[in-house]
């Protein structure tokens, strides 16, 4: 009879226990999502564009994720609560030629138009924003609001007057490089390994010329001596739209703390890439590396964003064989608490001040639990669970980046005063 009183007992507290958790976890659940409603969501790079320009993507569609290799598209971006996205106008690093940086100049220009071209037959359901009161303007229609950036300063060639181009065209920031040196700067990723220690003299007049404009430098995926050349030559805020912490995981893309440091120091801001590789170290797949260097050498390609400088039929054969690949060797991905302990680290070092969002969707970006703008609202529940309160949350969202970019339009207007 003692005994069974005793399970019975046992029993019950167990389930009082699970039942107070379930209500905790409701009541969690319910802050978050009351939080991330009214919060101004903003998403700092997205290589949606890449999509765009090379036809046959619906942006107005539900489109599913793994079926179509995207991650972005207005109706999943009402979905997971974001209200604001940066699309990127990304350029893979080619030949350093002058005819091959007049090609690139047009090929960029060529991607504005695709932009522009989506954003007009869409108007109704988004509109292109170039300041922070254009977003809270635009946020209160509902509809989305599309920011644009170009991703690798290869667009330009050695051309500084594409900048105002750019700028004109409603650009508000650059990345100097991507995965390869350029003439701008060293690489954070290049194989050969750093030409100039740093910015070139080139790169040098880019800092100075977009400072003048009001044009926020990005220095993701440039290296760490490039880094410190642009704080040291930046008269306003600089920022990583898309990267992560090194000391949580050890990528040459991820910010060292020492960088962190400097990049509060300057005022500037660390937006968060879910690109997992840069969240986590992921344990390697032999079969899946090997069958990926067998399809970059079929193609002749560096990497997965190499197909989009395919010949349109190549990049169909591309992107049908990757996808197969993806389907017989899964990637792993990190997650969601992998993500946040990268903002739990950066705030711990710098203060909540420095850090926001940057998924870096359809350019590789992608966690177990947000792989796409539909799932966002994943990252808010996490945030409130490590305890972030509504203010926190609503600076990581975009309050941040905004700030940002009102400082570095305010330099803009000082330089050209003195003028």
């Keep these: 009879m003692k005994t069974f009183i005793q399970t019975t007992l046992i029993s019950f507290f167990a389930l009082m226990a699970l039942s107070a958790v379930a209500q905790d976890d409701a009541a969690l659940l319910k802050k978050a999502k009351k939080i991330h409603e009214k919060a101004f ?47 990127a106008v990304y350029l893979g690093q080619g030949p350093r030629t002058p005819e091959a940086h007049e090609a690139a100049k047009k090929r960029a220009l060529g991607i504005f138009d695709a932009i522009n071209t989506t954003l007009k037959s869409t108007s109704e359901l988004a509109e292109l924003a170039t300041t922070p009161d254009d977003a809270y303007r635009i946020g209160k229609t509902g ?129 968060l890439n879910l690109l997992s590789d840069y969240i986590k170290t992921i344990p390697p797949s032999p079969e899946r590396e090997a069958a990926m260097k067998v399809l970059y050498e079929k193609y002749n390609i560096k990497d997965r964003r190499g197909m989009m400088t395919l010949p349109e039929a190549e990049q169909q054969k591309a992107r049908a064989e990757f996808t197969e690949l993806n389907k017989k060797y899964p990637i792993q991905l990190a997650t969601v608490k992998d993500a946040i302990d990268h903002i739990d680290h950066i705030v711990k070092l710098i203060g909540i001040d420095h850090v926001g969002m940057g998924a870096d969707f359809d350019g590789g970006g992608a966690l177990a639990d947000c792989f796409d703008v539909s799932q966002y609202d994943n990252m808010t529940v996490e945030l409130v669970r490590r305890g972030y309160s509504k203010k926190d949350i609503e600076k990581i969202w975009s309050g941040n980046f905004f700030r940002v970019m009102k400082a570095v339009d305010k330099g803009k207007t000082r330089e050209l005063s003195l003028k």
């Design 143 to 271: 509809k989305r609001v599309i920011f644009l950036g170009v991703e690798n300063g290869y667009a330009m060639g050695h051309d500084l007057s594409m900048l105002q181009k750019f700028y004109d065209l409603g650009t508000r920031y650059m990345t100097l490089c991507h995965s390869s040196n350029n003439d701008i700067c060293d690489s954070s990723t290049d194989h050969k390994g750093a030409e100039y220690q740093g910015l070139s003299p080139l790169g040098e007049q880019v800092v100075k010329e977009m400072n003048r404009l009001g044009m926020i430098i990005d220095v993701s995926h440039i290296s760490d001596s490039t880094f410190y050349d642009v704080i040291r030559l930046s008269k306003v805020p600089i920022v990583a739209t898309h990267s992560g912490a090194r000391a949580i995981c050890n990528h040459p893309r991820n910010l060292t703390d020492d960088m962190l440091k400097a990049l509060a120091k300057n005022g500037g801001v660390i937006q």
């Design 41 to 87: 969501t903003l998403d700092t790079h997205a290589d949606t564009p890449m999509l765009l320009s090379r036809g046959g993507f619906d942006i107005t569609k539900d489109n599913d994720a793994r079926a179509t290799n995207s991650k972005v598209d207005y109706p999943r971006m009402k979905r997971g609560g974001l209200d604001a996205i940066f699309f």
